[in-house]
């Protein structure tokens, strides 16, 4: 057993965080010392490992709270985690076509900036203004 500071230690988590986590139900409540203390069990560091690592790739907490109950019911959450890993792979391709589109637009403008020949009238300050995608 140990203390929220050496979970934080052994996780690179903050113990600010270790506590949010707590209050949304991320983590369970652990049981406490006659001092009040927090006492985690070593289950808990690769529990909180796992939200970390998902928070890395994107998830949402909601998702990784759905993952958990899985879990904490005994159950496999393995199909729960494809389906979120692509929802998550989905969003990323529209996020890329959003940027590639912009890419694009923004292309376009400089281009059209080159070819501007009277300054304040025609040239890219008008056309950005001007832009709509």
């Given at each position: 057993m140990m203390r929220i500071?050496?979970?934080a230690?052994?996780?690179?988590?903050?113990?600010?965080?270790i506590r949010f986590y707590e209050q949304v139900g991320?983590?369970?409540?652990p049981p406490r010392m006659e001092n009040n203390y927090?006492?985690?069990?070593?289950?808990?560091?690769d529990r909180l490992r796992f939200i970390t690592?998902?928070?890395?790739?994107?998830?949402s907490l909601r998702e990784i709270t759905a993952i958990l109950a899985i879990s904490d019911r005994g159950e496999p959450p393995c199909g729960e985690v494809l389906a979120t890993l692509d929802r998550q792979i989905?969003?990323?391709?529209?996020?890329?076509?959003?940027?590639?589109?912009?890419?694009?637009a923004l292309i376009d403008l400089r281009q059209r900036g080159n070819q501007a020949a009277t300054p304040w009238i025609d040239c890219i300050c008008a056309l950005v203004r001007?832009?709509?995608?």
């Open positions: 500071g050496e979970l230690r052994q996780t690179g988590v903050s113990v600010k965080t991320l983590l369970p409540p927090r006492l985690y069990s070593s289950d808990i560091v690592h998902a928070r890395s790739l994107g998830l989905a969003t990323i391709d529209q996020r890329i076509a959003n940027l590639q589109e912009l890419r694009t001007d832009h709509q995608l």
